[in-house]
C-alpha cells in the first residue's frame, strides 16, 4: 500500500511545472473580442483612426496546426474576413494581414486579464508601430 503511495505522489509531483517554467495558456481563451488602439510611433496621419477590433469566432487544431475564423475591424471602416495564423508554444501569437496591406503580429499574455499585444505595419515596409488590444467579451 506505501510502495503505491509512494509511487502516486512520484507520478503526481513530476506533472506539476517546474518553478520558474511558463505554461502557455489553453488557445480558446483567443475566442472573443479584443479592442485597442494602435500606439503611433513616427508619421501617424491625424485623421487616420487609430482603434482596432479583432473577433476571434472560433479556434480549433486540425492536423497539427490551429486554425481560426477571425474578423479585423479599423473602428468605423468596416470588418473584413483575415485569415490569422496561431501559434501555440512557450507563447500564444496570432499573425495575419489585413486587407489594406497591414501586417499585424500579436502576443497573448500569459496570464489573466488577457492582452494581445504587438506591431502594427505596412506589409512590405514602413513605421512599425505598437498594437495593443484587451479581451472585453
Known amino acids: 500500500m506505501w510502495k503505491f503511495l509512494a509511487v502516486a505522489l512520484v507520478v503526481l509531483v513530476s506533472a506539476l511545472p517546474l518553478e520558474g517554467a511558463t505554461v502557455a495558456p489553453d488557445p480558446m481563451v483567443l475566442v472573443g473580442t479584443w479592442k485597442g488602439e494602435v500606439e503611433p510611433w513616427g508619421p501617424w496621419p491625424a485623421s487616420a483612426p487609430r482603434g482596432k477590433i479583432v473577433y476571434i469566432d472560433s479556434i480549433k487544431q486540425e492536423g497539427g496546426k ?56 505596412r506589409t512590405g515596409g514602413g513605421p512599425v508601430h505598437r498594437l495593443k488590444l484587451r479581451k472585453v467579451e
Open 66 to 121: 490551429w486554425a481560426t475564423e477571425t474578423r479585423y475591424e479599423t473602428v468605423g471602416e468596416g470588418t473584413a474576413r483575415v485569415d490569422a495564423k496561431v501559434e501555440v508554444g512557450d507563447k500564444i501569437s496570432v499573425k495575419f494581414d489585413t486587407p489594406s496591406r497591414t501586417s499585424i503580429s500579436l502576443d497573448l499574455s500569459p496570464t489573466p486579464p488577457w492582452e494581445l499585444s504587438g506591431t502594427y505595419s
